[in-house]
């Protein structure tokens, strides 16, 4: 959630964002009503609560008709003191259920628009000509059945549509991204993480995930408990309604998990192989600064990022996402996108999302500096999507023959392989 001071002192900015992110303007308007109300009603009910408690002092010391019209007007007092906190009660409800729809603050860089307003900001490495090459490039599932590493006619028989096995070296292939993931960040300094998959609502709730991706969202009715889409979920939540001395910051996490989406708005898009899919694992970069540290970090999130897709050896561009296209929980963000020669376009393989203190706001995650106890900023980055890697590891560097060629930074983690070769079976 935003800073109610800031909103009030600076309304036109969160319109502005709201109209930047294709969300409801007049929410704004109906926030500083409810919280007029609530701060007044506030007001009211300690300026009763005060003229009862004068009121209690006088009463022993009165007598006859006195002391009558005095318990008479306390019974009033305590009626109208009643009231006041009831009313007191509903507006800060009606806030604090308001504010927790209103998105983060886009921040004034951010392109205005919707998916496709991005703006490019680089691109990395070559395109290979596969006509000049003299074949033409097989998609991600033909390779992957070629190899033996991808069973989704299984996965789709065992668990329905977009689900799949990793079977063989595309299970190794798994283990592998994964180990040299963790390697990168733990170099950089991260402290890895294994984390739940499953949490409970205010975890879900905290980090924004119940708003407007809800749909994605998978619950459990039975137990109250929510399949994490991200390990930015509980890594957000680990220091949930702590507060964290400002020498410890930077706290940077590296979580591994198991992610599960229910591509509810997907229907007909990315059907085939592995790209789309409900359950897939993932190695998520997570950082906990100083509020005015958090764009600095955003760069450094994006450079790892960077860093890891150009050990990979894939051509990649980045690019700023449009304000539309934001999550409620990010001011900004930046989006790494693969080349995928079959697709013949760039598809998102990472995203790294700067929160601000939205997420520490409703988390009640602060920082003590000195005698000032106030809001840290958290931010988010994928370091490795497993499938989507895959599907861009072997369409960039498959060969003529269906084998494909294995990065050179990967070769430790599968023995010293150096090409993947089509199964004899």
């Excluded at 806030?95 to 998105?103: A, D, F, I, P, S």
């Excluded at 996108?337 to 998102?348: D, F, H, L, N, V």
Aim: one cysteine or more; proline letters at 4%; hydrophobic letters at 40%.
């Amino acid at each position: 959630m935003i800073d109610l001071r800031l909103l009030r002192e600076d309304p036109d900015r969160a319109r502005a964002s709201q109209r930047a992110r294709g969300e409801d303007v007049a929410l704004v308007d109906s926030l500083l009503s409810a919280d007029e109300r609530r701060r007044s009603s506030g007001v009211r009910f300690d300026e009763l609560r005060a003229e009862q408690k004068a009121l209690g002092k006088l009463i022993p010391k009165a007598s006859g008709d006195e002391k009558a019209e005095l318990l008479k007007k306390a019974s009033q007092l305590a009626a109208d003191v009643k009231a006041a906190d009831a009313e007191r009660d509903a507006a800060d409800a009606e806030t604090q259920e308001l504010l927790l729809r209103l998105g983060n603050l886009v921040h004034p860089d951010v392109p205005v628009g919707g998916e496709e307003d991005f703006v490019t900001l680089e691109t990395h490495g070559t395109i290979r000509d596969f006509a000049a090459e003299g074949f033409a490039p097989k998609d991600h599932l033909e390779l992957g059945q070629l190899l033996g590493a991808i069973d989704v006619e299984r996965g789709a028989k065992v668990s329905g549509s977009r689900f799949y096995f990793l079977t063989g070296v595309g299970a190794l292939l798994e283990l592998a991204l994964v180990n040299a993931a963790i390697s990168q960040a733990t170099a950089a300094g991260f402290t890895p993480m294994l984390t739940p998959a499953l949490v409970r609502p205010q975890s879900m709730a905290g980090t924004g995930f119940l708003g407007q991706a809800a749909q994605d969202v998978y619950h459990l009715d039975k137990d109250d408990l929510y399949l994490v889409g991200t390990s930015e979920v509980p890594l957000a939540a680990y220091h949930m309604d702590e507060i964290i001395d400002a020498e410890r910051l930077p706290l940077r996490y590296a979580g591994f998990s198991p992610c599960f989406r229910r591509e509810a708005g997907s229907h007909g898009k990315d059907t085939r192989g592995i790209f789309r899919v409900h359950q897939f694992d993932k190695v998520e970069m997570f950082s906990y600064v100083a509020p005015e540290d958090s764009q600095a970090e955003h760069q450094r999130l994006l450079e790892w990022e960077k860093q890891w897709l150009t050990s990979l050896e894939l051509p990649f561009r980045v690019i700023d996402v449009a304000s539309a296209d934001l999550g409620a929980s990010a001011a900004r963000k930046f989006d790494c996108e693969a080349w995928i020669p079959t697709q013949g376009k760039y598809r998102e393989l990472t995203s790294t999302s700067d929160c601000t203190e939205f997420q520490s706001r409703r988390l009640s995650i602060r920082v003590r500096d000195g005698k000032q106890v106030k809001p840290l900023a958290t931010l988010n980055g994928t370091l490795c999507a497993v499938p989507r890697t895959i599907v861009a590891i072997l369409e960039n560097h498959q060969q003529a023959d269906g084998s494909v060629r294995v990065p050179e930074v990967l070769r430790p983690y599968l023995g010293g392989r150096e090409v993947l070769e089509p199964s004899a079976k």
